[in-house]
């Protein structure tokens, strides 16, 4: 029980703090002032699914599954359109394995199977063609960086396994 209360107290806290308008935001730590970005990241938190309340999953939804991040190999950790966005950017551009795998995931608890599915398979068919590599170009799908990382081969396992078998 007293987890359980804990655990309340801490989501309350992240909603309150970490969302305006319905969406995610990055604070800068110590001073807590909001850093204006066009970052990913932020939304790594729709990993909460069912918890997250219901105009928050619904405002992230809807980015999540428009072109703000999306490309056809998937979701960018900066959005394509974002003065920051580098092809090479390491985490301002590339498509990396860990946000996919958060991402497919969160969309599954929230509901949205299909989106899902097409996260995965995205995913695999980027992979098949480029190898298993720490990360990869938004707009080619090539591999970038160390070309036989453990983690994509992983994910590419978990992914195929629970959404396109």
């Known amino acids: 029980m007293i987890w359980n209360q804990k655990a309340s107290h801490m989501t309350d806290i992240l909603f309150r703090h970490m969302f305006q308008n319905g969406l995610p935001i990055a604070r800068k730590s110590g001073t807590q002032e909001i850093i204006e970005n066009d970052s990913l990241l932020p939304y790594l938190c729709i990993v909460l699914g069912d918890r997250l309340p219901d105009t928050i999953r619904t405002s992230m939804l809807t980015v999540l599954s428009g072109d703000r991040f999306r490309t056809v190999h998937g979701f960018a950790t900066e959005s394509p359109h974002s003065p920051f966005y580098r092809d090479d950017g390491y985490w301002r551009g590339p498509i990396w394995t860990p946000s996919t795998m958060l991402l497919a995931d969160g969309l599954y608890q929230c509901h949205q199977e299909t989106l899902a599915r097409k996260i995965a398979s995205q ?11 720490e990360n990869f170009d938004t707009r080619t799908g090539m591999g970038l960086r160390d070309r036989a990382y453990t983690w994509t081969s992983s994910v590419f396992l978990i992914l195929t396994h629970t959404f396109l078998t």
């Open 123 to 133: 995913f695999a068919s980027m992979v098949q063609k480029s190898g298993f590599a």
